[in-house]
């Protein structure tokens, strides 16, 4: 799997490129959470890349080789396995998510090219130094659900380790039984703080599975450089809260 190592690119113009440099890439958060021991959902990388600035000035050429590998091996319609960007989740996955029982066809990646929350993101990451972007295969875990929701949770992890812990869908709450489980996923957050440069805090989303196994997801930013409080307001974050 190809990492991303900040030591590699040059001086961060801002804090803000120094952070999404550092928490956008799932690829380097699957290594690390490989090296602190943290159980992941399970990706598969695509062997072949594109310019971040081709795609965003409309060349799509360097797409097709991903657009070919993602199709062939995904076996779309499937249901058994989703598609994502090395940078973000596509918006028919996000939408799908957050209105539960609808049908989803998620498409091609070229079919999702247009796509704004991606086309943002992109056009973001490659100012902060992120030249490449490709797409990742993963199974579609069943995850344990209250409400017709999955729980899922988001953690953030400031730069001197404190954190704060909130569900992840706002359309619900959680009741108390979960606690426990959004104090593991603070616990596994916590475990990914020495392998992020100290400069930076981050965010780390988890799901529990129908087995009622803790999940690393993905990995982000912070509030103040476009991470999703979710359930928190953004001075919560750092204090030690846990909202579900």
């Given amino acids: 799997m190809q990492k991303i190592l900040p030591e590699h690119r040059a001086e961060a113009s801002s804090s803000k490129d120094e952070t999404l440099f550092a928490t956008v890439a799932l690829n380097d ?30 060349h799509h050429d360097e797409l097709k080789a991903i657009d070919h590998w993602t199709s062939e091996n995904l076996n779309i319609g499937s249901g058994s396995a989703i598609w994502r960007w090395t940078l973000c989740a596509p918006i028919t996955i996000k939408a799908a998510m957050s209105h539960p029982g609808l049908p989803v066809r998620l498409g091609t990646p070229l079919e999702n ?59 619900r709450r959680l009741s108390k039984k979960w606690l426990a489980y959004a104090k593991k996923a603070s616990s596994l957050a916590k475990l990914l703080r020495p392998l992020v440069p100290e400069r930076v805090s981050y965010s780390a989303d ?31 974050i750092g204090n030690g809260r846990v909202c579900i």
């Fill in 29 to 58: 958060w699957l290594i690390r959470c490989q090296e602190a021991g943290i159980p992941t959902v399970p990706a598969t990388m695509c062997p072949f890349t594109a310019s971040s600035t081709a795609i965003l000035q409309g």
């Fill in 206 to 236: 988890f799901l529990v599975t129908k087995n009622m196994q803790v999940l690393f997801l993905e990995g982000g930013p912070p509030p103040e450089f476009g991470g999703d409080p979710c359930l928190l307001s953004p001075s919560e």
């Fill in 113 to 171: 090219i247009q796509d704004k929350r991606f086309q943002s993101i992109l056009a973001a990451c490659s100012k902060a130094g992120i030249s490449t972007v490709t797409t990742v295969i993963r199974p579609w875990i069943q995850a344990a659900t209250e409400s017709d929701f999955p729980v899922e949770f988001r953690v953030f992890v400031t730069q001197s380790g404190t954190t704060s812990t909130t569900s992840y869908y706002t359309e």
